[in-house]
């Protein structure tokens, strides 16, 4: 490709939210940040549901990803709106039992790298929260917000966020 690409920081995603009744006709909007430097002090990079199956329901039919940049490019005419994406793999093929929440973990390639994708920002439904399973030892008071992501092994997809993602991942 020879072509101009433009890098965008965020995204605007709209999507219809039956059970929100403020927005028209249920729909809903969010912006998804992927930021080199995010209020001068780090980078921020959302987590989504991407629809990966859309004869399924709810998280059978979706992965979970991190947003590294959101770009565009123009072939043949047509903009085409993508996203770098790094994914998670779901654990199992139903919700912990004991907090009835869905988990993941970082997705590695074959040999053991970080599984990056380039996807169209039309398969992105939302954004997604992720809570760091911590275990049982004390968190060193250095480990910032930013920190997250990249230090944990496993992650609650937490569908207490709001009514929205409750729907999404019961």
């Known amino acids: 490709y020879r072509g101009r690409i433009s890098v965008f920081n965020s995204a605007l995603s709209t999507f219809h939210a039956p059970s929100d009744l403020s927005g028209i006709g249920g729909m809903k909007c969010e912006h998804i940040c992927a930021c080199p430097l995010w209020r001068n002090e780090c980078a921020r990079n959302d987590c989504v549901f991407v629809i990966t199956d859309s004869n399924a329901r709810g998280m059978l039919g979706m992965d979970v990803a991190c947003v590294m940049a959101f770009f565009s490019l123009r072939q043949y005419g047509r903009l085409i709106p993508c996203a770098v994406v790094r994914w998670f793999n779901r654990v199992g093929n139903a919700p912990d039992?004991?907090?009835?929440?869905?988990?993941?973990?970082?997705?590695?390639?074959?040999?053991?790298?970080?599984?990056f994708a380039i996807i169209h920002i039309d398969t992105i439904f939302r954004a997604a929260h992720l809570l760091p399973v911590c275990g049982t030892v004390p968190l060193s008071p250095s480990i910032k917000f930013h920190h997250v992501l990249d230090i944990f092994k496993l992650f609650y997809v937490n569908k207490f966020a709001d009514h929205h993602a409750f729907e999404i991942a019961s």
């Open 97 to 115: 039992p004991d907090t009835g929440m869905w988990m993941v973990k970082p997705a590695f390639s074959a040999q053991n790298t970080p599984h």
